[in-house]
T-cell receptor
Framework: AQSVSQHNHHVILSEAASLELGCNYS??????LFWYVQYPGQHLQLLLK??????LVKGIKGFEAEFIKSKFSFNLRKPSVQWSDTAEYFC???????????FGAGTRLAVHP | DAGVIQSPRHEVTEMGQEVTLRCKPI?????LFWYRQTMMRGLELLIY????????DSGMPEDRFSAKMPNASFSTLKIQPSEPRDSAVYFC?????????????FGEGSWLTVV
């Protein structure tokens, strides 16, 4: 069965620190990969997505992610976080030609001023 | 443009009562999804529809849960009877089948508390 693993459940950073959140998936075929963000009390919003082409994907708010097929990974990065980045981040995979998304457990990021 | 619209936003109900959650997908979208989010289990896909037809309901936890999509602009998720362990945020989402990578858009969620 398909699955998505996010390695860090909680991350605490100071403002201006660099961020990297890990995501690995377990499907060997063609995949579409997504990172969603959920700010406190809000719904999920798309940060970025990968479906083909350049494996380094740039999203909104200075986020980027790199698809490494050999490692089944799609890690999220941001060089300098802000307090407003405090949120929960979800990695998701869509595979096999189906439209359903399988989500990871999420990573809660807290950024301190 | 209006996004995915869910109602109610918040509901508190007593154990044993019937709960109906509603969703209006983005106009023109042909896929609709129901997800449940809890602290313990994260985001789980419950069921999804394509052109109003249920495609995969393997995530529906038990017979107390049912979902319908009578037309392209409306879906319901019903829990009868409700139990405290059903307390969660229920998200509806929709997308349009097209080129690879089409985005799934989420509603703001229905926050359900069963006491």
């Amino acid at each position: 069965a398909q699955s998505v693993s996010q390695h860090n459940h909680h991350v605490i950073l100071s403002e201006a620190a660099s961020l990297e959140l890990g995501c690995n998936y377990s499907y060997g075929g063609t995949v579409n990969l997504f990172w969603y963000v959920q700010y406190p009390g809000q719904h999920l919003q798309l940060l970025l997505k990968y479906f083909s082409g350049d494996p380094l994907v740039k999203g909104i708010k200075g986020f980027e992610a790199e698809f490494i097929k050999s490692k089944f990974s799609f890690n999220l990065r941001k060089p300098s976080v802000q307090w407003s980045d405090t949120a929960e981040y979800f990695c998701a995979v869509r595979s096999g030609g189906y439209n359903k998304l399988i989500f990871g457990a999420g990573t809660r990021l807290a950024v301190h001023p | 443009d209006a996004g995915v619209i869910q109602s109610p936003r918040h509901e508190v109900t007593e154990m044993g009562q019937e709960v109906t959650l509603r969703c209006k997908p983005i106009s023109g979208h042909d896929y609709l999804f129901w997800y449940r989010q809890t602290m313990m289990r994260g985001l789980e896909l419950l069921i999804y529809f394509n052109n109003n037809v249920p495609i995969d309901d393997s995530g529906m936890p038990e017979d107390r849960f049912s979902a319908k999509m009578p037309n392209a602009s409306f879906s319901t998720l019903k829990i009868q009877p409700s139990e405290p362990r059903d307390s969660a945020v229920y998200f509806c989402a929709s997308t349009l089948q097209g080129a690879a990578g089409n985005t799934i858009y989420f509603g703001e969620g229905s926050w359900l508390t069963v006491v």
